[in-house]
């Protein structure tokens, strides 16, 4: 297939003439190696409280930079526990901020957008990052592009609109059923989380179920109508939901909107 896709250029340049021709070869030429499914230094492990782990075939070829921040922050375990704090059915799932609500990253500082040909197809994953205002200048538009940190999305359905406007650096080999299965919502009433994230190469455990909670682990036990000490059943306070904040860095009124897809 690349032969083949060089041979094309190849033509093309030919037929472009000679200052075209050379900056297609250029283009050609210098593109990074496509890193191989089976190279597990560019494999992702996702543990999902939904039943399994996902395996994610990471592309430093085309986004180098938001590759390398992924495994690092995988290897310093700080997707461990995170929410899939948005998550829109028929659209995508995200993750990655430690505060839970879209608002968060990682200490490290952002990064430039790496937009690139990979599109937004199912099992893509793409690096979510700040929305830019309606009417917003370029600089603004620039600022917002250049915001990616520590969140990133999984895609249930093609969504092709997005393509060259977000940092798609991976896709999904394996274990998409567990995507599908994260609880929607924004935020979900009761959200699914990462277990662990792992690079493959680092020799990690197998996937393990998150232990099942218990009456005690939730709180003490609430006494439904009717009911009284040894009367009836009682009910597990409810777990309190993650908080409401809207997905942008500055607090707003509104719901989550551009912010970090």
């Known amino acids: 297939m690349r032969f083949i896709a060089s041979l094309f250029a190849c033509l093309t340049a030919l037929i ?73 059915d028929g659209f995508m799932a995200q993750t990655g901020d430690p505060k839970g609500d879209g608002t ?21 994953v793409a690096a979510a990052r700040e929305g830019a205002p309606e009417g917003a200048d370029a600089a603004a538009k620039k600022k917002a592009e250049d915001s990616a940190n520590s969140q990133f999305f999984i895609v249930f359905q093609p969504r092709l609109t997005l393509d060259k406007k977000y940092t798609v650096f991976g896709r999904v080999l394996e274990g998409m059923q567990y995507v599908d299965a994260i609880e929607r919502g924004e935020p979900p009433a009761n959200p699914s989380r990462i277990l662990h994230a792992y690079v493959a190469a680092d020799n990690p455990p197998p996937y393990v179920a998150a232990p099942v909670e218990t009456p005690a682990a939730l709180g003490p036990p609430v006494a439904l109508p009717g009911t009284g000490p040894g009367i009836g059943t009682t009910a597990p306070k409810p777990a309190t939901p993650a908080a409401l904040k809207p997905a942008t860095k500055k607090p707003a009124a509104k719901k989550p909107a551009a912010k970090k897809k």
Do not use: C
């Not at 968060?104 to 893509?124: C, I, K, M, Q």
């Open 16 to 88: 472009a003439g000679p200052v075209a021709a050379q900056d297609i070869l250029d283009t050609v030429t210098q593109r990074a190696p496509v890193a191989p499914a089976t190279d597990k230094e560019n494999i992702l492990y996702l543990d999902l409280s939904t039943g399994g782990r996902v395996i994610i075939w990471l592309r430093p070829d085309v986004a180098p930079k938001m590759v390398e921040r992924i495994k690092t922050l995988s290897r310093q375990h700080f997707y461990d526990g995170l929410l899939f704090h948005r998550v829109i």
């Open 104 to 124: 968060g990253g990682s200490p490290l500082p952002d990064l430039p957008a790496e937009f690139n040909y990979l599109p937004h197809v199912r099992g893509a």
